[in-house]
């Protein structure tokens, strides 16, 4: 028979839970004047716009990059997990930037219409009581009430036994902050190996050790209040956290924001060949983009930490009672974010709270933890001071400062033989490029050397992405120092600018059998080449880009017709005819012989190359073009697929279509004796759109290589 309660027994039973709450609320003092309450509030919404912003604009990015001149140097560079994966990325961001956004409205709708500070959901869900007079003659039913009960206690509620005043959030942080903490370990270490900019690394290393050292601190100083103790360690967690998902990218973006076309979506082209720069933008692109999925899971980690740090700092914050209800018990207190729940002393758990006294085991993890942190940050802070102290390099233009190495790191090596007075003999070379760790070389620039040999050195470059030689004369290039697949799996580009070779003729270390297959951008400008190896094809990569410009080439070379590169410029070369294979190999996209000594191109192309989209003829003898162009003319690219600055062909162009003349001056064979003109060949007025979508004379640069600032670039200081 169930027992009931009388008045007399209800009023003690008040008592007792007043009495309870009172003992609590002692131990977590955490009440908040109106003001500084009005700061908190403001503060949260604050730092929720900033992330509702950082990850709508990143989620906006990574939705609006397929396709852009940014998305195609990052996918030559291989930076980023590639087109493909751009939108997934964006999608992972918008969910942030909408968790966010909700946020943000409950906050400002909720405040309005409570009329009172909303922080978050707890100030609005309610605790269910209103189900315990349904069902309660059913077991089932009330089995389901409980679980209903301690989850919402679980979840809900600041006193369960997950939330902030619940007797496992100190475990639960511990454990957070033990996970974090790793984490943050790791992107420090991954700063230190790619970002050469050391008030970065700096910056965040000291955020990094301040937050293993709060631990202890704050523990220390904050023993006798769990509250304020709590809300200091979120505090920590939160301003780490901040800095780790939006500040170090937020940083990035404004460095390199002065130097964005947003007309093109992308860099200006001189910039990818600017050394320093590319081999800044290239190390610090890989902590701006998502490089991994791993990357991409630990960024989300970072953002849900911080939402759970805001979380739980929201639950800590409770406003001080006004005069007019300070007499009134703990029960009743007015909160800006959760009430007190004196049925907190109805727990078993509340005999553990209301026992003060000195737990041993309790005692000995407190200051292991302690002592943990201490350690951890003690460690992080002597890598990198050890990392510091390594010695700059005068030949290292970038260097990095990885934790943990004893030699000096060289990302950017500069062999200047002007600057050093030296003439690059092997000796004098393999000096210059011992000093450091080899393995850590990202991209070689030698200058102004007049007789250089590469010693075998050359070879230990595991990581080399570039070489690039200017003003050079190439003595000795031999097999010993060869670029290899299995020396350099990594290389992408290779520059010879103004450089001459033995007899004119290719150096036997770029003629390796197992010659790097990822070295697909091959560009010679001003060079005394005369002659490719027939074999070339066997050795260099399929479809490359390949520019052998200003060089003294008087035939194409039937080894590069073979090689069926995908950009082909030979500009600049004494050429006079060009084979048809040429325009009707199916991987070629552009090709460029401006300057050269051709009148016409070949006649005899049975089928063009459907990926044909660009072919250069400026500065050439061209006065007409043969029936097989038409396919290409016709093409509906957005711009005109041939180009014909300074050729007859524009002139008479030209003259059409001022009206000086009604036909162009030589017209191809097959159009004569009265048979149908080509494309190209008609001078009509009702073809003059054709002509003027298909053929541009605007004059353009006579190489594809950008020697007038290269020169500008590299001159002798």
């Known amino acids: 028979m169930q027992q009931r309660v009388g008045p007399v027994h209800f009023r003690q039973a008040v008592k007792r839970r007043e009495r309870a709450a009172d003992l609590v609320a002692s131990r977590y003092n955490d009440s908040f004047s109106a003001p500084l309450l009005g700061l908190c509030w403001a503060s949260f919404l604050a730092l929720h716009v900033v992330c509702l912003v950082y990850f709508a604009a990143t989620a906006w990015c990574y939705w609006n990059l397929p396709g852009t001149s940014l998305d195609r140097w990052l996918s030559l560079y291989y930076i980023g997990l590639g087109t493909q994966s751009d939108r997934t990325i964006a ?271 309790k005692y000995a993890v407190a200051k292991l933890t302690e002592l943990l942190f201490l350690s951890w940050g003690l460690a992080v802070l002597a890598l990198h001071l050890h990392a510091g102290s390594v010695r700059n390099l005068p030949q290292c233009m970038m260097q990095v400062k990885p934790w943990g190495s004893s030699q000096p790191s060289c990302s950017l090596l500069v062999l200047d033989c002007h600057q050093t007075e030296i003439a690059g003999s092997t000796e004098e070379v393999t000096e210059q490029w011992s000093a450091f760790d080899p393995t850590t070389v990202v991209r070689v620039v030698v200058r102004h050397c007049p007789e250089l040999q590469l010693p075998p050195r050359l070879t230990e470059f595991s990581q080399l992405d570039a070489l690039k030689m200017y003003n050079t004369t190439i003595v000795s290039w031999e097999d010993s120092a060869a670029l290899t697949q299995s020396h350099h799996p990594k290389i992408k580009t290779l520059f010879l600018v103004r450089v001459n070779m033995t007899d004119g003729a290719l150096p036997i270390g770029l003629q390796a059998d197992d010659f790097p297959q990822a070295l697909q951008d091959i560009e010679f400008c001003v060079t005394n080449l005369r002659s490719l190896p027939d074999d070339l094809e066997l050795k260099w990569p399929q479809y490359a880009s390949i520019y052998l410009e200003a060089s003294q080439l008087v035939e194409v070379p039937a080894s590069l017709v073979r090689l069926a590169p995908y950009d082909l410029s030979l500009s600049l070369n004494p050429i006079s005819t060009l084979p048809a294979e040429l325009f009707e ?110 053929v541009s004379c605007d004059e353009e640069s006579a190489t594809w290589y950008p020697i007038e600032f290269e020169d500008q670039y590299s001159r002798i200081s």
């Not at 290239?282 to 980690?301: I, P």
């Open 585 to 694: 190999r199916d991987s070629v996209g552009y090709l460029s012989f401006g300057g050269t000594f051709i009148s016409q191109l070949p006649e005899a192309v049975t089928e063009v190359s459907t990926s044909l989209f660009d072919v250069n003829l400026s500065g050439t003898n061209v006065s007409f073009f043969w029936a097989w162009l038409d396919p290409i003319a016709e093409q509906d690219s957005g711009y005109p697929p041939l180009t014909a600055a300074n050729t007859p062909y524009c002139r008479d162009l030209q003259r059409i279509f001022e009206g000086e003349q009604t036909s162009f001056s030589v017209i191809s064979p097959t159009s004569e004796d009265g048979m149908e003109l080509s494309l190209l060949s008609n001078a009509s007025v009702e073809n003059w759109m054709n002509l003027k979508r298909a």
């Open 91 to 361: 999608i992972v961001h918008g969910c942030m930037a909408a968790v966010h956004g909700v946020y943000i409205l409950w906050m400002l709708l909720w405040s309005v219409k409570k009329r009172r500070l909303v922080f978050a959901v707890y100030n609005v869900v309610k605790s269910p009581t209103r189900l315990s007079s349904i069902g309660s003659e059913w077991q089932a039913v009330e089995s389901v009430k409980n679980c209903m009960r301690c989850l919402y206690r679980a979840v809900l509620t600041r006193d369960g036994c997950l939330g902030v005043d619940g007797p496992n959030f100190d475990v639960i942080l511990l454990c957070r902050e033990i996970i974090e903490t790793a984490l943050q370990t790791y992107q420090a270490y991954r700063m230190s190996l790619l970002l050469p900019r050391a008030e970065l690394n700096r910056g965040y290393v000291a955020l990094l050790v301040l937050n293993c050292w709060s631990t202890a601190l704050v523990h220390s100083v904050f023993h006798s209040n769990a509250t304020t103790r709590r809300l200091v360690a979120l505090i920590c967690d939160c301003v780490l956290d901040l800095v780790s998902s939006v500040g170090i990218s937020t940083t990035l973006v404004l460095i390199y924001a002065q130097d964005f076309n947003f007309q093109t979506n992308g860099f200006p082209f001189l910039k990818w060949y600017e050394d320093e720069w590319l081999v800044n933008a290239m190390s610090e692109f890989q902590m701006l983009l998502v490089t991994s999925w791993t990357d991409l899971v630990t960024r989300v980690v970072f953002a849900l930490s911080l939402l759970g740090n805001m979380n739980n700092m929201k639950k800590l914050i409770r406003a001080k009672p006004s005069k007019w209800n300070s007499d009134f018990n703990a029960r009743h207190r007015v909160t800006a974010v959760a009430p007190f729940r004196a049925s907190l002393i109805d727990s078993k758990l509340f005999a553990s709270w209301h026992d003060t006294r000195p737990n041993a085991v």
